[in-house]
């Protein structure tokens, strides 16, 4: 299948000294959801900024290898021509405009849509259509929405952009379990519908593994093993790492045991 993002061998470097990503490839093809899983300091959120451009906001760059969307070298292209082009990042912490109402934190998404023969009138009859709770609450302060509604809302500010591809960077983060389901099934629903691809960041690997067709996890700022959700959820390693299950009567083991330590050590050797 056609790829709509290729990353290819890329190094980041930040401050011109600390490497985090060392030869990291991946690929996601046009309306497919892709897992990007891995322990915290991974480099999974690196990934998605080198991505979508906002290396340089932290004092980060790529040192070496290529970033391909929709077929194009986009490695010098400014964050804002990513966005027009039809890549969008709902980064890690909602990251709303607390102070403005949901409407207007969706009127500021048009942004995105200057210069495209698209209306920003079809991004809202989706937003509200796939969050109906936020069509209640328009008027309503994002700052006084519970967490799973701003996360909503950050992701309904992506469907106002029309992209081709979402960057979606730990959507459960500090939500309810019910709100987790919720939230993954409208993600799931919006990529069904819309053929909309989408790079699924999450510490949560049962959950992006059961919506998406492929996964890559990452340790030390490389990819480690990738595959099929079905071939993940069969790795050993895989269940006991990630998936809680494998250590004895079914419970997580230890990084610290010496066998479980060993068999992680090849992944960041």
């Avoid at 950050?154 to 500090?174: F, K, W």
């Avoid at 269940?239 to 992944?267: D, M, N």
Wanted: no cysteine; glycine share 10%; aromatic share 6%.
């Amino acid at each position: 299948m056609e790829a709509v993002l290729e990353v290819d061998n890329i190094e980041v470097v930040y401050n011109k000294a600390v490497q985090v990503l060392r030869g990291l490839s991946l690929r996601v093809p046009r309306g497919a959801i892709v897992a990007l899983l891995g322990s915290n300091g991974a480099g999974k959120s690196t990934t998605l900024k080198s991505i979508s451009g906002l290396l340089t906001l932290e004092d980060g760059e790529i040192t070496a290898g290529t970033i391909r969307f929709k077929g194009e070298a986009i490695n010098a292209l400014p964050p804002e021509r990513r966005v027009r082009g039809g890549l969008f990042h709902v980064m890690e912490g909602r990251r709303v405009f607390e102070d403005l109402t949901v409407e207007e934190n969706l009127i500021a998404a048009t942004y995105a849509l200057h210069g495209r023969r698209r209306t920003a009138a079809h991004g809202f009859e989706l937003v509200y259509e796939y969050f109906p709770r936020l069509k209640e609450r328009r008027r309503q302060l994002a700052g006084y929405l519970s967490g799973g509604e701003q996360q909503m809302l950050a992701i309904g500010r992506a469907l106002i952009a029309q992209p081709e591809l979402i960057l979606l960077d730990e959507p459960s983060l500090g939500l309810a379990p019910l709100m987790v389901e919720e939230v993954f099934t409208i993600i799931a629903r919006i990529n069904r519908e819309q053929s909309t691809a989408m790079l699924l960041v999450e510490q949560n690997a049962a959950v992006s593994l059961a919506i998406a067709s492929y996964g890559y996890i990452m340790e030390n700022g490389k990819v480690v093993i990738d595959g099929t959700p079905d071939k993940l959820a069969a790795n050993e390693d895989v269940q006991e790492f990630y998936l809680g299950v494998g250590g004895p009567e079914g419970q997580a083991r230890s990084y610290r045991e010496i066998k479980h330590y060993k068999r992680r050590k090849r992944w960041l050797s």
